[in-house]
């Protein structure tokens, strides 16, 4: 969540749809409306000619998910959170238009007016002990679960921040995932014949952990342990006292935002440093921690700057943190080694182990399976002569991350193979940790990075 980011230009929410027959009836009502466009379109493309209904069903996916986007923003809460998910499962099964509107719902959405939020926090804590904070009404930030309050301990001026759900929202969370499954059936948007019960299974799982403040409340204390003695992170202090299941209080940790213009404004050099944390948290979460925070999002890091050059992250949010097997771990690690050290046989058998290949299919899948790993693990490919394109390396042999059109490559080669009869939508485990992986990617392009990353990985492999 972003802790910065004053929502002043938004009129705050005065009322949640958090009942579960006021939901359904939102939901429902843009269902059948989904479905009278959905009977519509289908009699005026008996009319159109064969390109004109290709750009037609284009231009209707984008209309039926830009409608999905808006209902969505509007109800908060777990189906909007769950509509925010299935943008990352659908670049998979879902028609391109659709992914990129749903994509669009991001956390960035109107706050809740305080007389809403304020009654949950003063259950949560009891009227002697919200007595003790002066809260700032005014939300720092407003996601789809909660939102977040910066707040003053009176008696020492400690800096908080108070993260405070949304009323109702852990109650819909069957409803909204039942609801969202119909709803995506009736718009027809997903394949026919395609099983989207693990999907939505997956979704309600990853919802209940969002809304568990306990278990981000563990979560933000392990990071804090892991990282205490290591200078370049700052992770947030929980205060217990102050925190329930539905309120989390943290110190406030100053930072900016990493496309702020005085983070932009460092040296190559501060940048660069700032990147290789970045790919040294990640690969240690992996590899060593087995747990991993998978969302990407800007707001949950800040740049803080320092004056001896030794500049620090600030890590925020730890609710969408995972827990990955270590059967998992040691076959994704399989697929990784082989594909930094172009060894076939290993990325072969840890696709296998993963579920994303299987040894009897034919070879020219398994080596397209290949290329695609080693064109993906490009970055960590150090001084191996051939696998990287001249012009993204500099002088010294360090890749030059800003300019790399890496994801658009990989992209169109796994919009390729997804065309084959062997494609196979990949495990939950790889959407969520991919999602972490293209955002550090994009994190060390909005660095402006250049750092051969290579030996941070094999130090963990």
């Not at 659908?90 to 028609?95: I, K, N, V």
């Not at 909204?176 to 395609?194: E, F, W």
């Not at 939508?425 to 992986?437: A, D, G, K, S, T």
Request: glycine share 8%; net charge neutral.
């Amino acid at each position: 969540m972003d802790r910065d980011k004053k929502d002043g230009s938004k009129p705050g929410m005065a009322h949640l749809k958090t009942g579960s027959l006021e939901r359904n009836i939102a939901l429902t009502k843009l269902g059948f409306g989904a479905g009278t466009k959905i009977v519509a379109h289908s009699i005026a493309n008996l009319f159109r000619g064969e390109i004109s209904r290709t750009q037609s069903d284009r231009d209707f996916y984008k209309r039926q998910a830009e409608i999905l986007r808006d209902e969505l923003g509007q109800l908060k809460g777990s189906v909007m959170k769950a509509g925010q998910m299935l943008s990352l499962y659908g670049q998979y099964f879902l028609p391109e238009e659709a992914v990129t509107v749903l994509s669009q719902l991001q956390d960035d959405t109107p706050a809740v007016h305080w007389k809403v939020v304020g009654p949950v926090l003063e259950r949560a804590l009891g009227r002697a002990r919200l007595a003790e904070l002066d809260v700032d009404e005014h939300p720092l930030a407003a996601a789809s679960l909660g939102q977040a309050h910066r707040a003053r301990r009176k008696r020492d001026g400690l800096e908080l921040v108070v993260k405070i759900q949304y009323p109702g929202v852990a109650d819909a969370i069957e409803s909204d995932i039942k609801t969202l499954s119909r709803l995506i059936a009736m718009t027809r948007m997903a394949p026919k014949g395609l099983d989207l019960n693990p999907i939505f299974a997956e979704l309600r799982e990853m919802l209940h952990r969002e809304v568990d403040y306990a278990a981000e409340r563990n979560f933000t204390e392990t990071f804090a342990r892991k990282l205490a003695d290591d200078p370049r992170f700052v992770v947030p202090r929980v205060l217990t006292e102050y925190s329930s299941d539905q309120v989390l209080t943290t110190t406030y940790e100053h930072g900016y935002h990493v496309k702020d213009a005085k983070v932009q404004a460092l040296s190559l050099e501060r940048r660069s440093a700032l990147g290789k944390a970045f790919v040294d948290v990640f690969v240690s979460e992996l590899f060593r921690w087995n747990m991993v925070q998978t969302d990407p999002h800007f707001g949950n890091y800040r740049i803080r700057p320092e004056e001896d050059g030794n500049d620090r992250i600030v890590l925020l949010d730890f609710g969408a943190t995972r827990v990955f097997g270590r059967g998992f771990v040691d076959n994704y690690a399989s697929i990784v080694r082989g594909g930094v050290q172009r060894d076939r046989e290993q990325i072969i058998k840890g696709g296998c182990g993963i579920g994303l290949m299987s040894a009897d299919f034919p070879r020219n899948v398994l080596e397209a399976f290949c290329d695609m790993c080693e064109m993906i693990t490009e970055p960590f490919a150090g001084d191996d002569p051939g696998r990287v394109p001249a012009h993204l390396l500099n002088e010294r042999g360090e890749y030059k991350w800003y300019e790399s059109d890496l994801p658009m490559r990989a992209g169109q080669l796994a919009a390729k193979n997804a065309f084959s009869k062997y494609f196979r939508v990949p495990p939950r485990e790889i959407v969520f940790l991919h999602r972490r992986l293209s955002g550090v990617f994009i994190m060390l392009a909005t660095l402006r990075a250049e750092l051969n990353a290579r030996p941070l990985l094999m130090d963990v492999l």
